[in-house]
């Protein structure tokens, strides 16, 4: 499985950006699929997920902000930010697990300043 991530930016705060993760290889094996971001100096943590059914989970502090969602037919991923903050600047991941293994995307930087 190959993951290839997009949509970054500049943005200023209160802004938006729709991040896409596109999975090509052996995408029949994938089951959840999530956006992780790692600020400087931070550890990389989750941000949200989405089952291959559709069931989603939030981090706390994008709740009510981001929303994941995911197009089965088109193999990939999105993450739509809205109400972006300075503080959700980080490089944005992709991952995908399957049975037997977890795979990441190259990250796309997010930056949100004025």
């Known amino acids: 499985v190959q993951l290839q991530a997009c949509g970054g930016g500049l943005v200023q705060p209160g802004g938006s950006l729709r991040l896409s993760c596109v999975a090509s290889?052996?995408?029949?094996?994938?089951?959840?699929m999530r956006w992780y971001r790692q600020a400087p100096g931070k550890q990389r943590e989750l941000v949200a997920g989405i089952t291959s059914g559709g069931s989603t989970n939030y981090a706390d502090p994008v709740k009510g902000r981001f929303t994941i969602s995911r197009d089965n037919a088109k193999n990939t991923m999105y993450l739509q930010m809205n109400g972006l903050k300075p503080e959700d600047t980080a490089v944005y991941y992709c991952?995908?697990?399957?049975?037997?293994?977890?795979?990441w995307g190259q990250g796309t930087q997010v930056t949100v300043s004025s």
């Open positions: 991952n995908a697990d399957t049975p037997t293994h977890y795979y």
């Open positions: 290889g052996s995408i029949f094996s994938i089951n959840a």
